[in-house]
């Protein structure tokens, strides 16, 4: 029986930016800028789904991944979808437009991205990595996944690029992207090395590289922890 809508879950970590945008579809959506470090160790935008997703009419999950790199952009934002919205997230991101200002808000993608994904409306939801850190002069506790919730109404997650037309199992679709250092490029993620105390969120430096327009001090969250713990080797953000 084919599905005529299911449940997406789209799991995204590693070092990018997510923001409201409009789409080339001209659709509101919400945009994550998967950044290519000009100063860093190489990043590799890539996507994890189960095989059975591949099936033309799947009926139970394989329990094996297929793994994918992602093409320069992935446009779903014309999606047909039930409800959701588009807004920014709350403090469970540090967010750049506290540091860079209005005039310089507007990033513009290029060279300095992996992958350019559009994200029709819904819903957010968080992993919450265990370490605290110090943002703007506020302690945080950070998200390590942003998990996007979409109510697609309709029977196919169309393909892009390598990434073939996907097909639900049971009404759901769950997909893991991450952007990287190929070392923790695997899924499930492995484990980060907890960074030293007071030193700066590693490769956060590489998003301001987003915004050609600023060329003030690239200021990072600082790690303070209050309890032992890991985390991943760079974390989300997000910014107008």
Same mark, same amino acid.
């Given at each position: #029986?084919?599905?005529? *809508?299911?449940? %997406?879950?789209?799991?995204?970590?590693?070092?990018?930016?997510? @923001?409201?945008?409009?789409?080339?579809?001209?659709? @509101?959506?919400?945009?994550? %800028? #998967?950044?290519?470090?000009?100063?860093?160790?190489? $990043?590799?935008? @890539?996507?994890?789904?189960?095989?059975?997703?591949?099936?033309?009419?799947?009926?139970?999950?394989? =329990?094996?991944?297929?793994?994918?790199?992602?093409? =320069?952009?992935?446009?779903?934002?014309?999606?047909?979808?039930? =409800?959701?919205?588009?807004?920014?997230?709350?403090?469970?991101?540090? !967010?750049?437009?506290?540091?860079?200002? !209005? &005039?310089?808000?507007?990033?513009?993608?290029?060279?300095?991205?992996?992958?350019?994904?559009?994200?029709?409306?819904? /819903?957010? !939801?968080? &992993?919450?990595?265990?370490?605290?850190? /110090?943002?703007?002069?506020?302690?945080?506790?950070?998200?390590?996944?942003?998990?996007?919730?979409?109510?697609?109404?309709? /029977? +196919? %997650?169309?393909?892009?690029?390598?990434?073939?037309?996907? $097909?639900?199992?049971?009404?759901?679709?769950? %997909?893991?992207? *991450?952007?990287?250092?190929?070392? $923790?490029?695997?899924?499930?993620?492995?484990?980060?090395?907890?960074?030293?105390?007071?030193?700066?969120?590693? $490769?956060? !430096?590489?998003?301001?590289?987003?915004?050609? @327009?600023?060329?003030?001090?690239?200021? +990072?969250?600082?790690?303070?922890?209050? +309890? #032992?713990?890991?985390?991943? +080797?760079?974390?989300?953000?997000? =910014?107008?």
């Amino acid at each position: #029986m084919v599905t005529e *809508s299911f449940e %997406l879950r789209i799991r995204v970590m590693g070092l990018c930016l997510f @923001r409201p945008a409009v789409s080339d579809n001209e659709k @509101r959506c919400m945009e994550v %800028l #998967m950044v290519k470090p000009k100063h860093h160790e190489k $990043h590799v935008a @890539r996507v994890w789904y189960d095989k059975a997703y591949e099936s033309s009419s799947p009926t139970q999950l394989s =329990g094996s991944k297929n793994r994918k790199d992602l093409p =320069g952009k992935i446009d779903w934002s014309a999606l047909k979808v039930m =409800g959701g919205s588009v807004k920014k997230f709350g403090s469970e991101l540090p !967010d750049l437009s506290d540091v860079i200002g !209005d &005039e310089s808000a507007n990033p513009v993608p290029g060279s300095n991205v992996n992958t350019v994904l559009q994200l029709p409306p819904g /819903e957010a !939801d968080f &992993e919450l990595s265990g370490p605290d850190w /110090e943002w703007e002069g506020t302690q945080y506790r950070l998200a390590n996944v942003v998990i996007w919730i979409v109510n697609v109404n309709e /029977e +196919s %997650l169309p393909g892009k690029g390598d990434l073939p037309t996907l $097909h639900p199992v049971a009404e759901k679709m769950e %997909l893991f992207m *991450s952007n990287v250092i190929e070392a $923790h490029s695997t899924y499930p993620p492995p484990e980060g090395t907890e960074p030293k105390k007071n030193t700066p969120m590693p $490769h956060f !430096d590489a998003l301001y590289e987003l915004y050609e @327009r600023y060329k003030g001090e690239r200021r +990072s969250p600082i790690y303070q922890p209050r +309890s #032992m713990s890991t985390t991943y +080797s760079c974390l989300p953000s997000q =910014g107008k």
